[in-house]
């Protein structure tokens, strides 16, 4: 016989090439069959299990935020305050206002839009300061020169 496959004889080899795929394909169709059955759940409180769309959205946005972060908040009602992130948990998220510094709890439900705060907050903080890069004033000066200089050598 012909030898393939490091050696070994042609039929060994269609035997070998094809039967781990088959070992590959029953063991990942076991792996599904057996996924719907191992599903994992919580042991903790239902996040969320009781309040609105609305309200989950909310709860998913002001997530996303670190403790300390400040968000600018949009109430139902209409009005806007900024407050430093406390703490949340599934109904409500503690939070300090950053006018009266006071501590105020608001529900999902009553908040309307959350935004990161993009101004800073306290004295010198200012944002969006533009400082011209001392490379430009150097460059500009050696443009200006360099045409002065070929005007008067013609």
């Given at each position: 016989?012909?030898?393939f496959?490091?050696g070994?004889?042609?039929?060994?080899?269609?035997?070998?090439l094809?039967?781990?795929?088959?070992?590959?394909?029953?063991?990942?169709?076991?792996?599904?069959?057996?996924a719907?059955?191992?599903?994992?759940?919580?042991?903790?409180?239902?996040?969320g299990?009781?309040?609105?769309?609305?309200?989950?959205?909310?709860?998913?946005?002001?997530?996303?935020?670190?403790?300390?972060?400040?968000?600018?908040?949009?109430?139902?009602?209409?009005?806007?305050?900024?407050?430093?992130?406390?703490?949340?948990?599934?109904?409500?998220?503690?939070?300090?206002?950053?006018?009266s510094?006071?501590?105020?709890?608001?529900?999902?439900?009553?908040?309307?839009?959350?935004?990161?705060?993009?101004?800073?907050?306290?004295?010198?903080?200012?944002?969006?300061?533009?400082?011209?890069?001392?490379?430009?004033?150097?460059?500009?000066?050696l443009?200006?020169?360099?045409?002065?200089a070929?005007?008067?050598?013609?």
């Amino acid at each position: 016989m012909i030898a393939f496959y490091g050696g070994k004889s042609f039929r060994r080899a269609v035997n070998t090439l094809t039967l781990i795929p088959a070992l590959v394909l029953s063991s990942a169709l076991v792996l599904i069959a057996s996924a719907p059955v191992c599903r994992a759940e919580s042991g903790g409180s239902n996040s969320g299990a009781n309040l609105g769309k609305h309200a989950r959205k909310i709860h998913r946005e002001i997530e996303h935020f670190r403790t300390g972060s400040y968000i600018h908040l949009t109430l139902a009602d209409g009005s806007e305050r900024t407050v430093a992130l406390v703490s949340y948990d599934d109904s409500a998220f503690t939070g300090t206002n950053a006018e009266s510094n006071n501590r105020e709890t608001h529900a999902y439900d009553e908040i309307a839009r959350v935004s990161r705060e993009k101004d800073y907050i306290g004295e010198g903080s200012e944002s969006h300061v533009r400082h011209i890069r001392l490379w430009v004033p150097i460059t500009a000066a050696l443009i200006a020169g360099g045409a002065v200089a070929a005007f008067e050598v013609r």
